[in-house]
T-cell receptor
Framework: EAQVTQNPRYLITVTGKKLTVTCSQNMNHEYMSWYRQDPGLGLRQIYYSMNVEVTDKGDVPEGYKVSRKEKRNFPLILESPSPNQTSLYFC??????????????FGPGTRLTVT | AQSVTQPDIHITVSEGASLELRCNYSYGATPYLFWYVQSPGQGLQLLLKYFSGDTLVQGIKGFEAEFKRSQSSFNLRKPSVHWSDAAEYFCAVGAYGNKLVFGAGTILRVKS
């Protein structure tokens, strides 16, 4: 089954404790992206990757890091989480070519709470 | 910069009634437009998309949307709502860097 998976689905942590949210897709997609969803704001892009070893900032990159060492994986790293990073996070992927690149498949989401 | 406005935060309709969710976008050229649905506790599922051509597009689950350039709108419609349609709906426009710019979402409640 074609899918985007994220782990963990739920995470409660404390301020300053480094964490990683994993994202993996099995569709051989070139493009991957991270979004955060906050009430009243919709989804906002954090980082994206056009292909292996190619990443770039989205609209809200502060406090986050990413890496793309393999095509299928795109982990999101919070090196020193703060309470304002409490949010629902989505990973997405797409073919990455032409207009079809905008047809993004989303993972189930990771709900992060930072206390 | 591209932006999307969904004027209605919440909408309640009776089961079997028709539905229209509003979406207005801001974009200089011909936009790529999308509607996604998010059921409680789930990820986002693509309902339909518009790239070019016929301004009335059909999607899954009986949804359709109409692109109106003169009004910068891409409203989502369904002739008869089912209780299972209760969810949050997001309109989005494609932007530079393969990014999707989302509206704030509209929560649909269906009353029986």
């Amino acid at each position: 089954e074609a899918q985007v998976t994220q782990n963990p689905r739920y995470l409660i942590t404390v301020t300053g404790k480094k964490l990683t949210v994993t994202c993996s897709q099995n569709m051989n997609h070139e493009y991957m992206s991270w979004y955060r969803q906050d009430p009243g704001l919709g989804l906002r892009q954090i980082y994206y990757s056009m292909n292996v070893e190619v990443t770039d900032k989205g609209d809200v990159p502060e406090g986050y890091k990413v890496s793309r060492k393999e095509k299928r994986n795109f982990p999101l790293i919070l090196e020193s989480p703060s309470p304002n990073q409490t949010s629902l996070y989505f990973c997405a992927s797409s073919i990455g070519q032409g207009k079809s690149s905008y047809e993004q498949y989303f993972g189930p989401g990771t709900r992060l709470t930072v206390t | 910069a591209q932006s999307v406005t969904q004027p209605d935060i919440h909408i309640t309709v009776s089961e079997g009634a028709s539905l229209e969710l509003r979406c207005n976008y801001s974009y200089g050229a011909t936009p790529y437009l999308f509607w996604y649905v998010q059921s409680p506790g789930q990820g986002l599922q693509l309902l339909l998309k518009y790239f070019s051509g016929d301004t009335l597009v059909q999607g899954i689950k009986g949804f359709e949307a109409e692109f109106k350039r003169s009004q910068s709108s891409f409203n989502l419609r369904k002739p008869s709502v089912h209780w299972s349609d209760a969810a949050e709906y997001f309109c989005a426009v494609g932007a530079y860097g393969n990014k999707l710019v989302f509206g704030a979402g509209t929560i649909l409640r269906v009353k029986s």
